[in-house]
């Protein structure tokens, strides 16, 4: 079948970084995946988070995720006095992404706040998220010293889906809107998940269909972490 942007259906939109958008950040990186641009930013904090028992001798990373008025078609509303739950749902995605290739314990009584703020929004913004959230934690990273490693592998995430009867990777807003399979995948550069989520859009899939969704995000977030070595170099810190 012929998608909308004409791509394979194995295949990636355009990926660009663009480091160092911001300077004051410990770290800081906009990331375009197709039309969809989120800039992320790292925070480093001498100190555990409030509510982390004391004496634990542990670090904490965490995330907030935001999508600024004209990102989309129509203005969405600020965020100010309270988050929606589609808000609250994507920045835990993106922490326990984020965690779950940490070893905290390393970062002793340190908190890394991650803020991804998406530009321009046209389908996988939570994905380009992680994406951009695990490349500004290396950054931050490699600006402290600690005993030993922080991170324990690389982490990619893409979005796949059946749109039209047909299993395909990255899905566009366009593709989005009508797939009948919503799936986000968070891998690691050893193949193993961090975490999936699927849903039938008003429809059922098969365990066939499963393997095949899961094949195409191996795929893409292979290619992803590929670019970010490319970028910020192969050593973990």
């Given at each position: ?6 791509r394979?259906?194995d295949?990636?939109r ?7 958008f ?17 800039l992320?930013?790292a925070?480093i ?12 001798s542990?670090?904490?990373?965490t ?12 203005r ?7 988050i ?26 340190k ?19 992680v ?8 950054m ?17 995430a893409?979005?796949?889906g ?12 366009l ?53 970010q ?9």
């Amino acid at each position: 079948m012929i998608r909308p942007d004409n791509r394979a259906l194995d295949q990636l939109r355009e990926i660009k970084f663009t480091p160092g958008f911001v300077g004051c950040a410990e770290g800081s990186i906009l990331v375009e995946i197709g039309k969809t641009r989120v800039l992320c930013n790292a925070t480093i904090e001498d100190k555990a988070p409030k509510w982390m028992e004391k004496g634990k001798s542990t670090g904490w990373v965490t995330a907030e995720y935001n999508l600024l008025p004209r990102s989309t078609a129509q203005r969405t509303k600020r965020e100010r006095s309270s988050i929606s739950g589609r808000t609250q749902e994507i920045q835990r995605l993106i922490g326990r992404s984020l965690r779950g290739v940490c070893d905290l314990a390393a970062l002793k009584d340190k908190t890394i706040t991650i803020d991804c703020d998406v530009l321009e929004a046209d389908g996988g913004t939570r994905t380009a998220s992680v994406v951009g959230a695990f490349m500004v934690l290396v950054m931050a990273l490699r600006t402290i010293k600690t005993e030993k490693k922080v991170l324990k592998s690389w982490l990619a995430a893409t979005s796949v889906g059946i749109y039209k009867g047909t299993p395909m990777l990255d899905l566009c807003y366009l593709e989005d809107l009508e797939a009948e399979v919503d799936m986000n995948v968070v891998m690691t550069d050893g193949g193993e998940f961090v975490e999936i989520q699927g849903t039938g859009e008003e429809s059922t899939f098969s365990r066939t269909q499963l393997n095949s969704l899961l094949e195409l995000a191996e795929i893409g977030c292979k290619i992803i972490i590929q670019k970010q070595q490319e970028l910020l170099g192969a050593a973990l810190p």
